[in-house]
């Protein structure tokens, strides 16, 4: 059917209005851009910017846990032995892995409009196998009596099948923003512009660099040169001044020829700041920040870090619903699927550096929103036994309780000199954290440097590093303790306490470090439990040293 009967057709108002039929391949199909350039989905993944960015949408969303929950009460948990738990993380088909599945439908949803799947289901109507159709192949009609949509899915020339008719509920579509609601618009179309400026720079570049880097030129002669001649100078000329091997050489001009340039300089034509221009447009269609397809140009360390939550809470997390809510409303419609959804895991984009992760490790610990054993599962580290137990501090209340009044408490005798444990407590759990803080980024530096090939260099270096540690343990202890006022009496006793825990403290963190086969994760287990651990045995010392008992 040609273009002028696709349009005058009965049936084209029923069409998807992007369908490719209207603007693939060659001739009147193609979409030609004001620049030159013919522009498609397959053709703009030649252009590095577009292709980045879709491949970046593509391999994070399909690289995401896509877990099965059951929803119970408040509670969720992770429900592993459901089919489609393993379709969505292992297997989609027979033939095809789940992250290629899910990678190949992302890329068709972002850059084609639209990514397809047939649903493969079992006599109880469970999904048992997802099929990827190329959108290329897929109309949607909509039926005039039942007003149902209906997939009606191409034969394939290749093996010469017939069309095949598919009911909504049947096909898994994942779309983006488009016109209808039941179709997303093209990305390649509606930045064919964009994207047409950028492949032509790209081929303007080549043709400029593959004839010398000089632009063109013209060589006049005084006076008349037979074809012959004319072939052979502009041969020889060619020969040895083309090329960007040749580019800048020392040319020879003999019978009063003379060389003129012509053509526009490429700084004239703006021709850097154009193609620098059309990554950032690129960037802008996909909602993709610069940095993420290798344009550092307004990046730096300090936003890094930020442009990465940008990254994921603008870009990634709609594509994320979109997939989600496609697959809890057509696959979890069998017996025995209430309760059930699935949903996306963002920790691994979100995670940050050791540092980051240790304090806000911490922080939930010492709430007691997560136990040693959530903090592991989160580190992919195996559990350890006693690690479910969930702690809070001592001197926190219910919010109940501080409505209804303190309790009625006896009157005791309080020794003049005491420690209030509960307050100084976090301040020297601070201070803990300040020198593990220093122990771990030091034994990373060497475990960099050093490990897995010298051990026996990096357990020298441990010797000679805690060597020096312990006197700064100790000081950074009694200074702590200097600047909370809690040294009354024995001063003595108190900096001794502090130079033995000092000790002790660096003899403990060098044969954890040589018993260690994972420097990071160790450190990372130091600044999540070992300051709320070691906190309060060194404050009951340095109490009753300080009390004269």
């Known amino acids: 059917m040609s273009f002028l009967q696709l349009l005058a057709s009965d049936h084209y108002h029923e069409l998807d209005p992007n369908d490719p039929r209207l603007w693939q391949g060659s001739g009147v199909y193609g979409r030609r851009t004001d620049s030159g350039m013919r522009v498609n989905p397959e053709i703009s993944l030649g252009l590095a910017a577009y292709y980045a960015s879709l491949r970046n949408i593509s391999e994070d969303i399909a690289k995401l846990p896509f877990k099965v929950y059951r929803q119970d009460g408040r509670d969720k948990t992770v429900d592993r032995e459901h089919p489609i738990y393993k379709l969505l993380n292992v297997q989609a088909n027979p033939e095809m892995g789940a992250m290629t599945w899910r990678e190949t439908k992302t890329q068709w949803a972002v850059g084609w409009g639209g990514g397809i799947s047939e649903i493969e289901r079992d006599n109880a109507t469970r999904p048992v196998a997802f099929w990827p159709i190329h959108p290329s192949r897929v109309e949607i009609r909509r039926d005039r009596q039942t007003r149902k949509l209906w997939y009606i899915i191409k034969s394939d020339d290749a093996i010469n099948t017939p069309d095949v008719k598919l009911p909504e509920e049947d096909v898994l579509h994942i779309h983006g923003l488009g016109g209808k609601g039941t179709t997303g618009y093209r990305l390649s179309m509606l930045a064919a512009q964009t994207i047409g400026i950028g492949l032509q720079t790209d081929r303007f570049a080549a043709k400029f660099f593959g004839n010398g880097i000089t632009l063109s030129a013209v060589l006049t002669h005084p006076g008349t040169l037979s074809k012959e001649a004319k072939t052979a100078i502009r ?3 060619q020969g040895e001044y083309g090329g960007a091997n040749d580019a800048h050489g020392l040319a020879v001009l003999a019978e009063d020829m003379k060389y003129e340039r012509v053509g526009i300089p490429p700084n ?4 850097l700041e154009s193609r620098q221009f059309t990554v950032q447009e690129i960037a802008r269609w996909f ?3 610069p940095h993420k397809i290798q344009d550092l140009e307004h990046a730096t360390f300090s936003n890094i870090g930020e442009q990465n939550i940008e990254y994921v809470v603008d870009c990634l997390t709609s594509w994320a619903v979109r997939w989600e809510q496609e697959v809890n409303r057509k696959c979890f419609n069998a017996a025995g699927d209430t ?11 979100l995670r940050g550096d050791t540092k980051s992760r240790g304090i806000f490790y911490r922080i939930m610990f010492m709430a007691g929103a997560m136990s040693q054993n959530d903090i592991r599962a989160a580190e992919n580290l195996n559990a350890v036994e006693f690690g479910d137990t969930y702690y809070v501090p001592a001197n926190m209340i219910p919010a109940e309780k501080a409505i209804e009044g303190p309790a009625p408490q006896p009157t005791q005798s309080r020794q003049p000199d005491g420690l209030n444990q509960s307050a100084v407590l976090p301040v020297a759990e601070d201070s803990l954290l300040r020198v593990l803080t220093k122990e771990a980024r030091a034994a990373e530096r060497a475990s960099e440097k050093f490990l897995p090939g010298d051990r026996i260099a990096f357990e020298k270096w441990a010797t000679e ?10 000081k950074e202890m009694l200074t702590t303790f200097k600047l909370m006022g809690i040294l009354n009496r024995d001063i003595e006793h108190v900096s001794e306490q502090c130079e033995s825990y000092a000790k002790a403290h660096c003899a ?3 044969l954890a470090l040589a018993r260690s086969s994972d420097v990071k994760k160790t450190v990372l287990d130091w600044l999540v439990t070992r300051a709320g651990t070691t906190g309060p045995i060194l404050i009951e010392s340095c109490s009753h040293a300080d009390m004269g008992s």
């Open 508 to 510: 403990a963190s060098r």
């Open 235 to 237: 041969e020889q000329w």
């Open 287 to 289: 909602r993709m920040p």
């Open 339 to 349: 309760g059930l959804f699935a949903e996306h895991v963002f920790n691994m984009l």
């Open 268 to 271: 004239e034509a703006q021709f």
């Open 465 to 474: 590093f805690y060597a020096g540690h312990a006197e700064y343990v100790a």
